[in-house]
């Protein structure tokens, strides 16, 4: 009995304790008895065995301070972010404000910071993101509190009302299955499970001409005599490569398919046609790779034509 006490007392095994007679590393070797060492070796055991235990708490504390510092740090890092992404919003830079605001988020995920994330983004016209960060706002769950709460329910109010401005486009696939074809959406991937079904796409992503694509080649054709031409000609920068984010203003390829040119009555003499050469050509007549910005025509500059004719009354 006395001899178990004993035992606990020193709380044997003990970690890397050192003493005359012997060298430990890690905990104390079976064969060890500390009741086989003199009174002035167990007496250093729980020297160091204190020692230990205050540095480690020493250690604990110092980490915990040091971590409440740069929480510290942070928040106040975020408020600035946040306070400036408001401004910026309010002065009309919203490109400022989106990038400020988003930031200010990813340090403190609060309502009241959220609530004017989006709206920088509904600002910017990407309204999906924006009704995204709507919804993660209302899906908050932290403590309570007046003014986090009252931000949560003017997310949902501006979510709703934001709801129907969000245009979406469905994709459909002729001649195939979705499994079998990989589909991009603004270059970013498509699940299979979505074709066929409505997606929301922001706004500064589409060319809104306020009727459908076969409205509007019906019109083209309608107002064109018999002989009369019609022309797209898209002039545009290097689209970037397959693994990066896609460019919409790099593609310049003709947005009518061209059954419906043809459905319309028109006869397409070309489609997407690379006409490059002629417009780099073109570019250095101008004097466009030269002055303060010169332009490289043949890594800057590309060009991309449809043209249809009108043969007879549609």
């Known amino acids: 009995m006395a001899y178990d006490a004993a035992r606990r007392s020193v709380g044997f095994p003990r970690p890397i304790v050192k003493c005359p007679r012997h060298a430990i590393v890690g905990y104390a070797a079976p064969e060890l008895d500390l009741f086989e060492l003199p009174p002035a070796a167990l007496w250093e055991i729980r020297s160091v065995n204190l020692r230990i235990l205050l540095t480690s708490a020493w250690i604990l504390l110092s980490s915990t301070a040091l971590a409440q510092q740069v929480d510290d740090r942070a928040r106040g890092a975020a408020r600035a972010l946040a306070e400036d992404?408001?401004?910026a919003l309010q002065s009309g830079d919203v490109n400022a404000a989106v990038d400020k605001l988003e930031r200010a988020y990813q340090i403190v995920r609060l309502p009241a910071v959220g609530l004017w994330s989006a709206r920088a983004l509904a600002k910017a016209g990407r309204l999906v993101s924006a009704a995204e960060r709507y919804n993660e706002v209302t899906r908050w769950s932290g403590a309570p509190d007046p003014k986090q709460d009252q931000a949560k329910a003017d997310a949902a109010?501006?979510?709703?009302?934001?709801l129907p401005r969000v245009?979406?486009?469905?994709l459909t696939i002729e001649g195939g299955s979705a499994n079998d074809v990989k589909v991009t959406l603004d270059g970013e991937p498509v699940l299979a499970?979505?074709?066929g079904t409505a997606q929301p796409v922001d706004p500064k992503r589409l060319v809104h001409l306020g009727v459908d694509d076969a409205a509007f080649v019906k019109h083209v054709a309608r107002i064109l005599k018999p002989g009369g031409f019609?022309?797209?000609?898209?002039?545009h920068p290097p689209q970037n490569p397959a693994?990066?984010?896609?460019?919409?203003?790099?593609d310049g390829r003709c947005p009518f398919a061209r059954e419906l040119w043809e459905g319309a009555g028109l006869r397409v003499l070309a489609?997407?046609?690379?006409d490059s050469p002629a417009v780099r050509t073109m570019a250095r007549a101008l004097g466009w790779d030269k002055g303060e910005q010169p332009l490289d025509p043949e890594k800057d500059l590309f060009a991309t034509y449809t043209l249809v004719t009108r043969i007879t009354a549609p």
């Open 193 to 195: 499970a979505l074709i």
């Open 230 to 235: 019609a022309m797209i000609y898209n002039l």
């Open 243 to 250: 693994d990066k984010p896609y460019i919409p203003w790099a």
């Open 157 to 162: 109010k501006e979510r709703d009302e934001l």
């Open 167 to 170: 245009p979406s486009v469905t």
């Open 85 to 87: 992404g408001v401004s």
């Open 271 to 274: 489609f997407d046609v690379d």
